[in-house]
């Protein structure tokens, strides 16, 4: 019989903190032992094994519980985003036992400086979800999981909805209306399958309650986990506002802090039409949940009545594109390269400006190989700070500055609109360095509301996006403001938008990167890069 050829690999994408916290600033390890010794395997061929988390298990738990040097937990709130059937509802379980009867809070230094662990005095574990079979995905395996030591030392009462322990603690299931939870105190929340909660089912008042119910814990300690597949852009569930809320913290729209989001996806380079492509992907995806079936998974992918969209979400654990995005999250991704602007670098310029509501982004096009930097974005942050907002102007003019000053610009495309005073400043003092000119007598002038040269220039970036023709170093603002940028059809041709007019979903910087992509094809099709033809001037209106 002929060995088996080793499969094809790649690497995951990873969201979330590497490697582990300091052992001394995590309760993980009187976790994992009071599992291991109280915990069973719930379900499948090791069924009442002790409970062994897998390595991601644990490190998600090491930095779920972490601490600070106060015994305080680093994080407030979390999400697990994983493919399907990667063992999200068996380690909610686990932790919700935990938290039930288990050591789960901070309870001062041992000898040797590391943390102790003690049970929650008063715990109310609550499994949140928006129907009642939901909320089994997890209750069904805590009476399996937790063994006949845990149910006789604690007094636990197993129900099929209401756990009971004999100090007064409880795990329950909630799909109740918002109005019902409205007022509780639990000490621990599991949302389960997040991507399901929806206005129209009353998810999202119900998470707006739960963040209520827990805000008021007395020590602070009461907190929530969201376990979810990767969620349907546009459908506005729970999972999506906090992808958004995520995003929006890492670019520093937000001034939030405490909260968790860990994700392991496939490359977005992975091919569904090719085997090899999607087997990698889907090993990659899975980690190191090994009982996970690959050609299985293959062959419920290949299967026509599996659409392309469920099987990135589902089985590996990719965002996909809205039906009206401009460009698909894997396809942008695809194009992440790690390769920074050096200084002298010949660069082109975007700029897309606004004053108050959207966003002013500039962006920088390396002329030799079109990589994209993002050299600033000044957006409305979240919160009280949106109250009475501007731009900085004068924070915008020293970017500009600056770049021309860092890098040999050979161009800039500027959108006027807002920012007439300034765009004439600066013709005035960068008209005589750069070679490719918008037009004579504005040589930075590129407004973009004019249809036709809208439509070619949308298209050449997008094509060039889906050919990886381009690259850009993978930031999270200029991320999030592409894949928020919508197909508009109109009678010249496909342009883009918000997807309302007062959506706080900006692309003023996607915007940026098109103009300033623009300008680096009307380089490269001079010749300007070539120092002997620096002296001819491009007008291309």
Same mark, same amino acid.
């Given at each position: 019989?002929?060995?088996?050829?080793?499969?094809?690999?790649?690497?995951?994408?990873?969201?979330?903190?590497?490697?582990?916290?300091?052992?001394?600033?995590?309760?993980?390890?009187?976790?994992?032992?009071?599992?291991?010794?109280?915990?069973?395997?719930?379900?499948?061929?090791?069924?009442?094994?002790?409970?062994?988390?897998?390595?991601?298990?644990?490190?998600?738990?090491?930095?779920?519980?972490?601490?600070?040097?106060?015994?305080?937990?680093?994080?407030?709130?979390?999400?697990?985003?994983?493919?399907?059937?990667?063992?999200?509802?068996?380690?909610? %379980?686990?932790?919700?036992? $935990?938290?039930?009867?288990?050591?789960?809070?901070?309870?001062?230094?041992?000898?040797?400086?590391?943390?102790?662990?003690?049970?929650?005095?008063?715990?109310?574990?609550?499994?949140?979800?928006?129907?009642?079979?939901? $909320?089994?995905?997890?209750?069904?395996?805590?009476?399996?999981?937790?063994?006949?030591?845990?149910?006789?030392?604690?007094?636990?009462?197993?129900?099929?909805?209401?756990?009971?322990?004999?100090?007064?603690?409880?795990?329950?299931?909630?799909?109740?209306?918002?109005?019902?939870?409205?007022?509780?105190?639990?000490?621990?929340?599991?949302?389960?399958?997040?991507?399901?909660?929806?206005?129209?089912?009353?998810?999202?008042?119900?998470?707006?309650?739960?963040?209520?119910?827990?805000?008021?814990?007395?020590?602070?300690?009461?907190?929530?986990?969201?376990?979810?597949?990767?969620?349907?852009?546009?459908?506005?569930?729970?999972?999506?506002?906090?992808?958004?809320?995520?995003?929006?913290?890492?670019?520093?729209?937000?001034?939030?802090?405490?909260?968790?989001?860990?994700?392991?996806?496939?490359?977005? #380079?992975?091919?569904?039409?090719?085997? #090899?492509?999607?087997?990698?992907?889907?090993?990659?995806?899975?980690?190191?949940?090994?009982?996970?079936?690959?050609?299985?998974?293959?062959?419920?992918?290949?299967?026509?009545?599996?659409?392309?969209?469920?099987?990135?979400?589902?089985?590996?654990?990719?965002?996909? %594109?809205?039906?009206?995005?401009?460009?698909?999250?894997?396809?942008?991704?695809?194009?992440?390269?790690?390769?920074?602007?050096?200084?002298?670098?010949?660069?082109?310029?975007?700029?897309?400006?606004?004053?108050?509501?959207?966003?002013?982004?500039?962006?920088?096009?390396?002329?030799?190989?079109?990589?994209?930097?993002?050299?600033?974005?000044?957006?409305?942050?979240?919160?009280?700070?949106?109250?009475?907002?501007?731009?900085?102007?004068?924070?915008?003019?020293?970017?500009?500055?600056?770049?021309?000053?860092?890098?040999?610009?050979?161009?800039?495309?500027?959108?006027?609109?807002?920012?007439?005073?300034?765009?004439?400043?600066?013709?005035?003092?960068?008209? #005589?360095?750069?070679?490719?000119?918008?037009?004579?007598?504005?040589?930075?002038?590129?407004?973009?509301?004019?249809?036709?040269?809208?439509?070619?220039?949308?298209?050449?970036?997008?094509?060039?996006?889906?050919?990886?023709?381009?690259?850009?170093?993978?930031?999270?603002?200029? $991320?999030?403001?592409?894949?928020?940028?919508?197909?508009?059809?109109?009678?010249?041709?496909?342009?883009?938008?918000?997807?309302?007019?007062?959506?706080?979903?900006?692309?003023?910087?996607?915007?940026?990167?098109?103009?300033?992509?623009?300008?680096?094809?009307?380089?490269? %099709?001079?010749?300007?890069?070539?120092?002997?033809?620096?002296?001819?001037?491009?007008?291309?209106?």
């Amino acid at each position: 019989m002929p060995a088996l050829l080793d499969p094809p690999t790649a690497q995951p994408v990873r969201i979330g903190p590497d490697g582990y916290p300091p052992w001394d600033r995590t309760l993980a390890e009187p976790i994992l032992q009071w599992q291991l010794t109280y915990l069973r395997q719930p379900d499948g061929p090791n069924s009442g094994d002790p409970w062994r988390m897998t390595a991601e298990q644990l490190r998600f738990v090491c930095w779920w519980y972490a601490i600070d040097e106060f015994g305080r937990f680093v994080y407030r709130r979390a999400v697990l985003r994983r493919m399907k059937g990667w063992g999200k509802d068996p380690l909610a %379980a686990a932790l919700a036992c $935990t938290e039930f009867v288990g050591p789960c809070r901070f309870g001062g230094w041992d000898s040797a400086g590391n943390p102790v662990a003690v049970p929650h005095p008063a715990p109310w574990v609550q499994v949140a979800a928006v129907s009642m079979d939901q $909320t089994r995905n997890t209750m069904t395996l805590m009476p399996g999981m937790l063994s006949d030591e845990a149910v006789d030392e604690y007094g636990i009462d197993l129900g099929k909805t209401i756990i009971y322990s004999r100090g007064g603690g409880r795990i329950e299931a909630v799909t109740s209306s918002p109005r019902a939870l409205e007022g509780g105190r639990p000490s621990y929340i599991i949302i389960n399958e997040s991507h399901h909660w929806l206005h129209n089912n009353e998810g999202i008042e119900m998470a707006r309650a739960i963040a209520r119910n827990l805000a008021k814990s007395r020590d602070g300690s009461a907190r929530s986990l969201a376990i979810t597949n990767a969620h349907d852009p546009g459908e506005g569930s729970v999972a999506e506002q906090d992808w958004d809320a995520w995003q929006a913290i890492q670019s520093g729209q937000s001034r939030a802090t405490g909260f968790l989001y860990d994700s392991l996806e496939a490359p977005a #380079d992975t091919i569904l039409a090719d085997r #090899d492509s999607l087997r990698a992907g889907l090993i990659a995806a899975r980690g190191d949940s090994h009982w996970l079936d690959v050609d299985r998974l293959i062959e419920e992918i290949y299967d026509p009545a599996t659409p392309p969209s469920m099987s990135r979400r589902y089985y590996l654990n990719q965002l996909t %594109a809205s039906e009206d995005a401009w460009l698909a999250p894997h396809e942008w991704n695809a194009c992440t390269s790690h390769k920074p602007l050096l200084p002298g670098d010949q660069v082109t310029l975007g700029f897309d400006g606004s004053v108050r509501d959207d966003s002013t982004a500039l962006v920088a096009c390396r002329v030799s190989d079109g990589h994209l930097t993002l050299l600033g974005c000044w957006e409305r942050p979240e919160g009280p700070a949106a109250e009475g907002w501007q731009v900085d102007r004068e924070a915008v003019d020293a970017a500009v500055f600056a770049a021309f000053e860092c890098y040999s610009v050979l161009g800039m495309y500027a959108d006027p609109a807002h920012w007439q005073d300034y765009l004439d400043r600066w013709s005035r003092e960068f008209a #005589d360095r750069v070679t490719v000119r918008a037009t004579p007598g504005r040589p930075l002038e590129w407004w973009t509301n004019r249809p036709r040269l809208m439509v070619e220039s949308l298209a050449r970036f997008h094509d060039a996006v889906v050919e990886q023709r381009l690259s850009h170093d993978g930031g999270h603002v200029l $991320t999030r403001h592409a894949l928020n940028a919508r197909r508009r059809v109109g009678r010249t041709g496909v342009t883009i938008a918000k997807e309302n007019p007062s959506s706080a979903r900006k692309i003023d910087a996607v915007m940026a990167a098109v103009l300033a992509y623009e300008a680096r094809a009307d380089a490269v %099709a001079t010749g300007a890069t070539d120092t002997r033809t620096r002296s001819k001037r491009l007008y291309r209106f």
